[in-house]
């Protein structure tokens, strides 16, 4: 268990008698090489010391949300965007409840929160309590939300019951942590470009033609597959969002210009293309500014096709090509023809005239059209479009892989 090795992870250990295991999980992480940080609840305290924790993690313990001390070093702002990942165990049935509710009423419910990093949650609670219907539905809804979970296992409970609700052991939890690790670090051998936003087609050197894409969901797919491990360039059109700096990010105006950033990109093993590329441009471009007149003609060309240009180009075409289809009517039967002839391997629809979804929203809902028959359209219901975003690349890896 190598692959932790200098990563940072962030332990959040909840109240329960299962605490006393994270002490061992924190030694086997600690021994293969991993940086903790940890946060104890206040009912944590009652199992576990600071002390001790502090002693085997040999970092600061962290517990009060309003703490000057922690505030100046590092407020809970911060210390989510220090971690790589970060891990809940034990998680209690309080716990999950506040999570899949947006609690922030303590320092781990507001850490959690303000988080980008993915979650794990190593669930711990008598087996009546595991069993009862309100937390399936909380876990259903963090998984939703992209959390995933390590265990529980079935044995035999500190109340001297037996069921499923034991804590997975920390071999176990180290064990799938290291796991994550490692498909990140293979995924590193990846190389994925995005493109995002709109395009401005000009007219004359102040007008041009455009869209109403805001590029959300391009760079919320981008920051998926950073996060994920890959090699990630976004080619971004004119907008007014900012990226992790880690991510190659080149700017671009017009279709032609996308194209030749795409080109120069070019192998990649996977190129999503979720720019909403303007269908047309002038075929001749004023020189100077049209002055204002009763009637103006414009004749129009069609534009550059970036995703059919990439998806036909067998000597550099990607081993995966995605492209969207934002559409208005008829949206299956186009995403379907748009499938077949633009000859690329998904595409990815949505209803733009719905305004709680698509352009310029924080939410999506779209369905995956597959190239491959024998897999039927998959629908990803509605959800912030980070959400939907890391959906899109866990199938991107599952079939990369």
């Given amino acids: 268990m190598k692959n932790v090795l200098n990563k940072k992870i962030l332990l959040i250990i909840c109240g329960g008698i299962s605490a006393y295991k994270s002490l061992e999980t924190i030694r086997l992480f600690k021994k293969n090489g991993a940086v903790i940080k940890t946060i104890l609840t206040s009912s944590a305290k009652e199992f576990i010391t600071p002390l001790s924790v502090a002693s085997l993690s040999q970092g600061k313990v962290y517990s009060e949300l309003f703490n000057v001390e922690n505030e100046t070093e590092m407020d809970h702002i911060a210390l989510s965007r220090w971690a790589d990942i970060i891990l809940i165990a034990p998680a209690t049935a309080n716990t999950i409840s506040k999570l899949a509710q947006g609690t922030t009423d303590d320092l781990a419910s507001t850490v959690v929160l303000a988080s980008d990093k993915d979650i794990y949650l190593a669930p711990a609670m008598n087996v009546r309590?595991?069993?009862?219907?309100?937390?399936?539905?909380?876990?259903?809804?963090?998984?939703?939300?992209g959390y995933k979970t390590i265990g529980p296992e079935i044995g035999e409970m500190a109340c001297g019951e037996y069921g499923e609700g034991k804590m997975s052991d920390p071999l176990t939890i180290s064990t799938e942590i290291d796991n994550y690790f490692l498909k990140q670090k293979n995924n590193k051998k990846l190389k994925a470009i995005v493109t995002a936003g709109p395009t401005n087609e000009y007219i004359d050197p102040v007008r041009f033609l455009t869209n109403k894409s805001s590029g959300k969901q391009g760079y919320e797919i981008a920051?998926?597959?950073?996060?994920?491990?890959?090699?990630?360039?976004?080619?971004?059109?004119?907008?007014?969002?900012?990226?992790d700096e880690d991510i190659k990010l080149i700017k671009v105006e017009t279709a032609n210009q996308m194209l030749v950033a795409t080109q120069e990109n070019l192998?990649?093993?996977?190129?999503?293309?979720?720019a909403a590329v303007a269908d047309?441009?002038?075929?001749?471009?004023?020189?100077?500014?049209?002055?204002?007149?009763?009637?103006?003609?414009?004749?129009?060309?069609?534009?550059?096709?970036?995703?059919?240009?990439?998806?036909?180009?067998?000597?550099?075409?990607?081993?995966?090509?995605?492209?969207?289809?934002a559409e208005t009517d008829e949206i299956e039967l186009n995403a379907k023809e748009k499938l077949n002839n633009k000859n690329c391997d998904w595409i990815i629809s949505n209803d733009v005239s719905n305004r709680k979804i698509g352009f310029d929203s924080d939410y999506n809902e779209v369905t995956i059209h597959?190239?491959?028959?024998?897999?039927?359209?998959?629908?990803?219901?509605?959800?912030?479009?980070?959400?939907i975003s890391d959906e899109i690349v866990d199938r991107i890896i599952y079939q990369l892989n």
């Fill in 267 to 274: 192998p990649a093993d996977v190129a999503i293309f979720s």
């Fill in 370 to 387: 597959y190239r491959n028959k024998d897999i039927k359209p998959e629908n990803l219901s509605y959800k912030k479009k980070s959400e």
């Fill in 129 to 145: 309590m595991w069993e009862h219907q309100s937390t399936k539905q909380n876990l259903k809804k963090l998984k939703s939300f």
């Fill in 223 to 243: 920051k998926s597959l950073f996060k994920k491990g890959f090699d990630t360039t976004l080619i971004s059109g004119p907008t007014n969002l900012n990226i």
């Fill in 280 to 325: 047309f441009k002038v075929n001749k471009k004023f020189k100077s500014k049209i002055k204002k007149q009763d009637f103006l003609k414009l004749n129009l060309e069609k534009n550059v096709d970036i995703l059919s240009y990439v998806s036909n180009h067998n000597s550099m075409r990607p081993n995966l090509v995605i492209g969207f289809a």
